[in-house]
Nanobody
Framework: QVQLVESGGGLVQPGGSLRLSCAAS????????MGWYRQAPGKQRELVAT???????NYSDSAKGRFTISRDNAKNTVYLQMNSLKSEDTAVYLC????????????WGQGTQVTVSS
């Protein structure tokens, strides 16, 4: 089982940048595909970006060109660099870990709030 702790959220003005971090512990990090999701008030949780242990990335349409997901397997950490932030990016951002070999499992962090407002 893996434990996930997010950090880096906060209040930022439109057009600004933030970098989120998610530190993983309790298991072998490279056995997990990692991802960032977000959930705004009254809306469903949605995918932002994912990255495999080998570095293959996938982005939502809203994240493409503005956000970059990366991981440091030596530090057991996944990052989300967010640039050109918009008010519609306001949400709780959650880190996700999905084990890719048996025994399979999916884990979530508690989330970090990102608020984009002037």
């Amino acid at each position: 089982q893996v434990q996930l702790v997010e950090s880096g959220g906060g209040l930022v003005q439109p057009g600004g940048s933030l970098r989120l971090s998610c530190a993983a512990s309790g298991s072998i990090f490279v056995l997990y595909a990692m991802g960032w999701y977000r959930q705004a008030p009254g809306k469903q949780r949605e995918l932002v970006a994912t990255i495999t242990s080998g570095g293959i990335r996938n982005y939502s349409d809203s994240a493409k060109g503005r956000f970059t997901i990366s991981r440091d397997n030596a530090k057991n950490t996944v990052y989300l660099q967010m640039n050109s932030l918009k008010s519609e990016d306001t949400a709780v951002y959650l880190c996700n870990a999905r084990r890719v070999i048996a025994p399979y499992g999916e884990y979530w962090g508690q989330g970090t709030q990102v608020t984009v407002s002037s």
